[in-house]
């Protein structure tokens, strides 16, 4: 089974950004849609933000519109999430999704493979 691996996260203030990065530990990546979920504590895992097979195709929850961008390098096999202008209520821990298939989804449930998550913090 696939591992991912996901790094970047940290503690940062109101406004202030970061980027993470999702790396596979084999080469999986290319055939698979991709995303970012996170969990805030006391809450379930939601839906960030997922990009297709190709990169060509992207989708992104409400709330992180315009202020989160997701991208991957099928070469490297890794996908990254640039997270600018971020706000307290983003805390959570961010964990890195293989889809079953090429084209994203927003269900939890369609993604088969999981990181062990990183950590964001933003204070306030």
């Known amino acids: 089974q696939v591992q991912l691996v996901e790094s970047g996260g940290g503690y940062v203030q109101a406004g202030g950004s970061l980027r993470l990065s999702c790396a596979a530990s084999?080469?999986?990546?290319?055939?698979?849609?991709m995303a970012w979920f996170r969990r805030a504590p006391g809450s379930e895992r939601e839906f960030v933000a997922a990009i297709s097979r190709g990169g060509s195709y992207t989708i992104y929850t409400d709330s992180v519109k315009g202020r989160f961008t997701i991208s991957r390098d099928n070469g490297a096999d890794t996908v990254d999430l640039q997270m600018n202008n971020l706000l307290p209520e983003d805390t959570a821990v961010y964990y890195c999704?293989?889809?079953?298939?090429?084209?994203?989804?927003?269900?939890?449930?369609?993604?088969?493979?999981w990181g062990q998550g990183t950590q964001v913090t933003v204070s306030s």
């Open positions: 084999r080469r999986t990546f290319s055939g698979y849609a």
């Open positions: 999704g293989r889809h079953l298939g090429p084209m994203p989804t927003r269900v939890v449930s369609d993604y088969g493979s």
